[in-house]
């Protein structure tokens, strides 16, 4: 089969979409959680099949020998390329040798990199996954066998131990599943021919410098189709970045050294601005004629002016004291609502999805023994998919409402016209998307 017959099928199949944490390249803020639960990472290594992956991976390089002999001289001529300029860039030849001698192109990595998913779930569905009772108990047992090593790192990088045990759960579910893909595969088939090409080669060139500073070879530099890596799914400039030592053997291994998952983790959260000591939020209750337009992360001020304007924690107890905290409402004023501090901005540094972030704030709380969500979600709303979301935004813009150009995500723009909208027809305007707001813009 050629390349072009391989993506027309994946398309019309609607194989995939979009893979992985890649901590450190978080996609921009635009995404509603509950709208997008399901297409920000919507094949996480954590909530996936192992021996699925390990099939796919296995299907890929068998596809690689699908290419006609112009495709594979293509790929051949842009590999020669690239390794020149690697070289130019102070990778060694014995590196290049070592990492690009058996180079393959996987067609499978094309077609998931350019589908992207029509039906989503509700941010509810997606907590029900990742914050399952398995993984929790599955949580609890890891962190305890691992205690010494969490430990350490709570105590160099100010990062608790569930925090980071839940960040590994939802990744990998806690290593069961961290992806087979060859990580240079994946950037150099990326780099050759995949949406964002810049960004694929610059991997491709960290990951190289990550072989030649001797911390994985190429065979062990596994992860996802999308190239994240290890345990907690770091990309190459991340790893780079970020990844710690954390056994002292000389070698940074997020694949096989849980003390360096946890310190490498604990330390990109550090690095970003974690808070010691101050918790990621609390699930709050909202007075009557709450002004849901300020149910932004973009809406910030202190815990005290919140009180003010009577936002109360669901139990009763005294609010987390934040300088800067948000509201947020996921699944609008149906749902529940929560206060959320500079901690959980961090994890969402981590993966720029709110949804995400909640898992990792609830998952690290279960684990250390505290309550779930408190509030009903609106499990009887059945999320817009990708085009209906299309339509909802033409007809706001239709009427009126300005969203800018109709692309089926859930971003600020849309919910600030739909949110004029609710308003314009006294509905509540929280930025919801549901059928029934579907209808009601249907209507002449």
């Known amino acids: 089969?050629?390349?072009?017959?391989?993506?027309?099928?994946?398309?019309?199949?609607?194989?995939?979409?979009?893979?992985?944490?890649?901590?450190?390249?978080?996609?921009?803020?635009?995404?509603?959680?509950?709208?997008?639960?399901?297409?920000?990472?919507?094949?996480?290594?954590?909530?996936?099949?192992?021996?699925?992956?390990?099939?796919?991976?296995?299907?890929?390089?068998?596809?690689?020998?699908?290419?006609?002999?112009?495709?594979?001289?293509?790929?051949?001529?842009?590999?020669?390329?690239?390794?020149?300029?690697?070289?130019?860039?102070?990778?060694?030849?014995?590196?290049?040798?070592?990492?690009?001698?058996?180079?393959?192109?996987?067609?499978?990595?094309?077609?998931?990199?350019?589908?992207?998913?029509?039906?989503?779930?509700?941010?509810?569905?997606?907590?029900?996954?990742?914050?399952?009772?398995?993984?929790?108990?599955?949580?609890?047992?890891?962190?305890?066998?691992?205690?010494?090593?969490?430990?350490?790192?709570?105590?160099?990088?100010?990062?608790?131990?569930?925090?980071?045990?839940?960040?590994?759960?939802?990744?990998?579910?806690?290593?069961?599943?961290?992806?087979?893909?060859?990580?240079?595969?994946?950037?150099?088939?990326?780099?050759?021919?995949?949406?964002?090409?810049?960004?694929?080669?610059?991997?491709?060139?960290?990951?190289?410098?990550?072989?030649?500073?001797?911390?994985?070879?190429?065979?062990?530099?596994?992860?996802?189709?999308?190239?994240?890596?290890?345990?907690?799914?770091?990309?190459?400039?991340?790893?780079?970045?970020?990844?710690?030592?954390?056994?002292?053997?000389?070698?940074?291994?997020?694949?096989?050294?849980?003390?360096?998952?946890m310190a490498s983790t604990a330390n990109y959260l550090a690095k970003n601005g974690w808070q010691r000591g101050q918790p990621w939020g609390v699930e709050v209750t909202l007075p009557e004629g709450f002004d849901y337009t300020r149910t932004e992360l973009s809406t910030r001020q202190s815990t005290q002016a919140w009180q003010g304007q009577g936002v109360r924690a669901v139990e009763g107890q005294s609010l987390p004291n934040f300088d800067q905290a948000s509201v947020i409402t996921p699944a609008g004023a149906q749902g529940p609502a929560f206060l959320v501090g500079p901690n959980f901005r961090v994890i969402m540094r981590y993966n720029n999805a709110t949804s995400y972030a909640l898992a990792v704030a609830y998952l690290s709380q279960r684990i250390d023994g505290g309550p779930g969500v408190q509030g009903d979600w609106p499990r009887d709303v059945k999320p817009l998919t990708r085009s209906q979301t299309r339509e909802m935004q033409s007809l706001l813009n239709h009427k009126g409402f300005g969203t800018g150009t109709p692309d089926g995500i859930m971003g600020p723009n849309t919910r600030e016209g739909l949110r004029t909208w609710q308003r314009s027809v006294g509905k509540t305007p929280d930025g919801f998307p549901s059928s029934s707001v579907l209808e009601a813009l249907r209507q002449p």
């Open 1 to 261: 089969m050629t390349r072009a017959r391989t993506l027309m099928l994946a398309l019309l199949l609607g194989s995939g979409a979009m893979q992985g944490c890649q901590a450190g390249a978080t996609s921009p803020s635009s995404s509603s959680p509950s709208e997008q639960a399901a297409a920000e990472k919507p094949d996480r290594a954590g909530d996936s099949d192992p021996q699925a992956s390990t099939a796919t991976a296995e299907t890929a390089s068998r596809e690689s020998d699908d290419q006609t002999p112009a495709e594979r001289e293509s790929f051949d001529q842009w590999v020669s390329d690239f390794r020149q300029k690697a070289r130019s860039e102070g990778i060694s030849q014995t590196t290049l040798n070592e990492a690009l001698a058996n180079v393959r192109y996987q067609p499978r990595i094309i077609e998931l990199d350019r589908s992207q998913p029509e039906f989503t779930r509700g941010i509810w569905e997606y907590l029900d996954s990742a914050v399952s009772s398995t993984r929790i108990d599955n949580g609890r047992q890891k962190l305890a066998e691992h205690r010494s090593a969490a430990d350490q790192a709570q105590s160099r990088y100010g990062v608790p131990g569930s925090v980071i045990t839940a960040i590994w759960g939802i990744e990998s579910n806690y290593g069961s599943n961290f992806g087979s893909f060859s990580a240079i595969d994946a950037f150099a088939t990326l780099g050759y021919e995949g949406r964002r090409h810049a960004f694929a080669q610059e991997q491709l060139l960290a990951a190289l410098r990550i072989i030649q500073e001797g911390d994985i070879d190429r065979e062990h530099m596994l992860g996802s189709w999308a190239g994240a890596m290890g345990h907690t799914q770091f990309i190459p400039t991340s790893f780079l970045a970020y990844a710690v030592d954390g056994d002292g053997d000389g070698r940074r291994d997020i694949w096989g050294s849980i003390t360096d998952v």
